[in-house]
């Protein structure tokens, strides 16, 4: 027994086996329902398996190289990138705006932050539905309003020009109350003494933005972009719900189509690949955006 206890390593001491065995529970839950279907989907990808099949049939990069040529992956590829461009336009500069007026000193500020973040903590789906029908082109509140005042050609989900708009304005809507809360906390992060300082030089309100809010705001901007990159790629329930992908496809997006191929076609392994190729975009998107934006943070 003595001889067992000092060859056991120094580091395994009582407070070492219970961190282990507390942590237990959530590295198997981690290992049963993360690990293994990730790893099981990677090793399909090389596989070829319609789920009628019996047993799926190597195939090994052949999923990956017809993915290079599919005219659907690549429109479909387009299509996320122009929904991530727009959402993220939309986002940094609605997001920030909402954040400055919460950050004034109003009555009832509290009760306006709550309203301007509830859309954030409610069902995609139902605001799925509620937005399909505000987008209605003869009943619809929206194109209703556009009429109002004049401006033709109505905000339609069927039209094929049109469509991805929609979704950008239903996905804007939805997400600008959580990242205008994570600009609001990055703004009152940054010590009143700097607008001091700037008022005293004669900067007006204008100015103390430019040249004070938005340089300590460089670290929050990052996290905003990168995130809203990442939810972007990864769009799907708004999609189901208002459009299915259409109209003539014109929405589709990759993990729709992801989607599409698993479940609708049976392709379980070309879906496979499409997923593993998913993650490697958003994988050099994500250290590309840090790359980019990690010196003008730093300076």
């Known amino acids: ?21 507390a942590i237990l529970p959530a590295l198997a839950f981690f ?81 306006y932050r709550t309203i301007f973040y509830l859309p954030a903590v409610t069902s995609l789906i139902a605001i799925g539905i509620v937005w399909v029908w505000m987008f209605d082109p003869q009943f619809g509140v929206i194109n209703q309003g556009l009429r109002a005042i004049g401006v033709e050609g109505p905000l339609r989900l069927a039209d094929t020009r049109l469509a991805l708009v929609c979704l950008v ?4 809507w939805r997400n600008i109350g959580y990242f205008a809360t994570v600009f609001l906390a990055g703004l009152q992060g940054i010590d009143a003494m700097y607008y001091e300082a700037a008022r005293i030089d004669g900067a007006g309100r204008w100015a103390s933005f430019r040249f004070v809010t938005l340089p300590l705001l460089k670290s929050t901007i990052v996290f905003v972009v990168v995130l809203s990159v990442i939810l972007s790629f990864q769009v799907f329930a708004l999609v189901y719900v208002m459009t299915g992908g259409g109209p003539a496809g014109s929405t589709q997006v990759l993990v729709f189509y992801l989607y599409q191929q698993a479940f609708t076609y049976f392709r379980l392994g070309y879906a496979s690949a499409v997923g593993f190729v998913l993650f490697v975009i958003i994988f050099v998107l994500t250290v590309l955006q840090f790359k980019a934006f990690g010196k003008a943070v730093e300076t």
């Open 31 to 111: 290992a049963v329902f993360v690990g293994f279907p990730v790893g099981y989907s990677f090793w399909l990808s090389f596989h070829e398996w319609n789920i009628m099949a019996p047993s799926p049939t190597w195939v090994g990069l052949e999923n990956y190289a017809a993915l290079a040529s599919d005219r659907d992956f690549l429109r479909s590829l387009v299509q996320t990138a122009l929904f991530t461009v727009g959402i993220t336009a939309c986002i940094l500069v609605l997001s920030l705006g909402m954040a400055l007026l919460l950050d004034e000193k109003l009555r009832w500020i509290r009760l």
């Open 1 to 21: 027994m003595a001889a067992l206890a000092i060859a056991r390593p120094r580091w395994w001491n009582e407070e070492t086996r219970f961190a282990w065995l």
């Open 169 to 172: 304005i239903t996905a804007a």
